[in-house]
């Protein structure tokens, strides 16, 4: 609506995107595999082992 006034809102809608693009998976990944693995850790009565690969979650 105001990229001709404001050319530099195209490189921001751009930037916006990537990072969007980026974040939204993350809370899925929470839901389905580290709040998972925290109820399992609260609930266990000896250390659990998971595979977490490389993720930071390790």
Known sequence: MHG???PELT???TLF???RADL???PMKEERI???MVRELV???TA???RCGSSPIR
Do not use: K, Q, Y
Request: charge should be negative; aromatic fraction near 10%.
């Open 4 to 6: 001709e006034r404001h």
């Open 11 to 13: 490189e921001v809608r």
């Open 17 to 19: 995107g990537a990072l």
């Open 24 to 26: 939204e998976p993350h």
């Open 34 to 36: 580290l709040f998972p």
């Open 43 to 45: 609930t266990a009565t």
């Open 48 to 50: 659990p082992s998971f």
